[in-house]
C-alpha cells in the first residue's frame, strides 16, 4: 500500500476553481489514481481517474470543468477544478491502487465548499 496526503481544499464562491493534490509516500509510475467525493448523506462517488499511462476518466457531472492529471516525479496526483457549483461540495478523497477504478489505498479526505 501507499500513503497519501490531500491538500489544497477550502471555501471558494460559486464559479471559482480550486486545485487539489494529493502526495504518495512513494513511487506512483506503476500504479492508477483516482479522486472520490462524499457529500452529506450521500455515498462516496468516483470523480475522476487516470491510469499508470496517463488515460484519464470522469464523471458525466465534473466534465469539461475538472482535470486530473500526475506528476510521477513528484509522486503527487491533481484535481484541477474550475466552474465550481454549490453541488461539487464535498470531502474528496485520493486513491490509489492496481485497479482500474483505484480503491486500495486512500488519503484522508479534504473538504471543499463551494457557496452559491
Known amino acids: 500500500q501507499v500513503q497519501l496526503v490531500e491538500s489544497g481544499g477550502g471555501l471558494v464562491q460559486a464559479g471559482g476553481s480550486l486545485r487539489l493534490s494529493c502526495a504518495a509516500s512513494?513511487?506512483?509510475?506503476?500504479?492508477?489514481l483516482g479522486w472520490y467525493r462524499q457529500a452529506p448523506g450521500k455515498q462516496r462517488e468516483l470523480v475522476a481517474t487516470?491510469?499508470?499511462?496517463?488515460?484519464?476518466n470522469y464523471a458525466d457531472s465534473v466534465k469539461g470543468r475538472f482535470t486530473i492529471s500526475r506528476d510521477n516525479a513528484k509522486n503527487t496526483v491533481y484535481l484541477q477544478m474550475n466552474s465550481l457549483k454549490f453541488e461539487d461540495t464535498a470531502v474528496y478523497y485520493c486513491?490509489?491502487?492496481?485497479?482500474?477504478?483505484?480503491?486500495?489505498?486512500w488519503g484522508q479526505g479534504t473538504q471543499v465548499t463551494v457557496s452559491s
Open positions: 486513491a490509489a491502487g492496481p485497479e482500474y477504478y483505484p480503491r486500495s489505498s
Open positions: 512513494r513511487s506512483i509510475s506503476s500504479i492508477n
Open positions: 487516470i491510469t499508470n499511462i496517463g488515460s484519464t
